[in-house]
């Protein structure tokens, strides 16, 4: 079964930090572009941050540049997003993804073909 497994959610104070994982399994996604996005309750995925392969170039949205920092371990087919000043409305399920698209012109959610189950990450006052 081919699978993204996302790990490191959990609740965090406003101003803490939380560093995501996400293993592949089944198969690999080591010459995959790799991405983060996140879903607030009532609110459509975001795109949250894209690392390509073999340039390891990172894309950002505004609301996370400076904050957050997406890497890949290419060794262990992981992807991880390190998440600094967190703040109330990062409040989110987390979703890594994978695309055989590394020169992709959009990140969005149509650029990516395989997804995890999403990891709850809740940032409280």
């Known amino acids: 079964q081919v699978r993204l497994v996302e790990s490191g959610g959990g609740l965090v104070q406003a101003g803490g930090s939380l560093r995501l994982s996400c293993a592949a399994s089944g198969r690999t996604f080591r010459t995959y572009a790799k991405g983060w996005f996140r879903q607030a309750p009532g609110k459509e995925r975001e795109f949250v941050a894209a690392v390509t392969w073999p340039s390891g170039n990172t894309y950002y949205s505004d609301s996370v540049k400076g904050r957050f920092t997406i890497s890949r371990d290419n060794t262990k087919d992981t992807v991880y997003l390190q998440m600094n000043s967190l703040k109330l409305e990062d409040t989110a399920v987390y979703y890594c993804?994978?695309?055989?698209?590394?020169?992709?012109?959009?990140?969005?959610?149509?650029?990516?073909?395989?997804w995890g189950q999403g990891t709850q990450v809740t940032v409280s006052s």
């Open positions: 993804a994978a695309s055989p698209n590394n020169a992709a012109s959009a990140w969005d959610f149509r650029t990516f073909d395989y």
